[in-house]
């Protein structure tokens, strides 16, 4: 998808994805909060109003999304993660995921945090173990080690729960959602593809607590 994810230029492009049988868009909306515009250097503006529209624009056309989130922007406080299951629970998702910000060598972010003190040498461990989108390894804004590592697992837990992947109390989980926008002869052929980027999803972050 290209440019930011603000629908001008998907209508097209939408078409000729459905013509040529994609089954999901991986988007990175990065943020539902607004307060790290800044930080998000142009990839989205963290709207989620503006984000919903995206995927509906998307699924009109046969299309799932899989939505690509990052935790722990300086703009970022514990409210942030329920401003994130909200918009997860409210925007007919087909797929999730979910990263702590990662200061990797090499980048700007890193230096910054670097000179601000900010970086962590996490003990017991090698210094790259936890560079793996899902520790923490910094030191976050404008909320403790604990509960940018707290929120995060908690919404993880919430994401990866096998009634949100497979069947909601309320309605279909993701799962059966992203099956059902397939046309009925392609049905067979798109069930486990429906459900793999979630279960992958849940393998990673059962990783994060081995």
């Keep these: 998808m290209p440019g930011r994810a603000d629908g001008r230029r998907i209508p ?9 049988h994609l089954a999901k868009l991986f988007i990175g909306f990065e ?48 409210q942030t993660f329920q401003a994130g299951w909200d918009f997860i629970r409210s925007s007919d998702l087909d ?24 970086i962590l040498l996490p003990q017991g461990a090698t210094l ?4 793996d989108t899902n520790h923490v390894t910094y030191v976050p804004a404008q909320m403790s080690v604990e509960e940018l ?15 949100r992947i497979v069947e909601d109390p309320v309605r279909a989980g993701r799962g059966f959602r992203a099956w059902t926008r397939h046309p009925v002869p392609r049905m ?20 994060r607590l081995s």
């Design 95 to 118: 797929g999730v995921s979910v990263t702590i910000l990662t200061p990797y060598p090499g980048t700007v972010q890193r230096q910054e945090l670097l000179a601000a003190g900010r």
């Design 149 to 163: 590592a707290g929120g995060y697992d908690g919404l993880c837990r919430k994401i990866t729960h096998p009634a």
């Design 128 to 131: 790259w173990e936890r560079y």
């Design 188 to 207: 067979p052929s798109r069930l486990i593809t429906s459900f793999s980027t979630d279960i992958g999803y849940r393998r990673e972050f059962n990783h």
């Design 12 to 20: 097209g492009a939408l078409g000729l994805a459905r013509e040529a």
């Design 31 to 78: 943020s539902v909060n607004p307060g790290n515009r800044k930080e998000l250097a142009g990839k989205g503006r963290g709207e989620a109003a503006g984000y919903a529209e995206v995927v509906k624009q998307i699924h009109k056309h046969g299309i799932g999304v899989v939505a690509l989130f990052v935790f722990g922007f300086d703009g970022d406080t514990p």
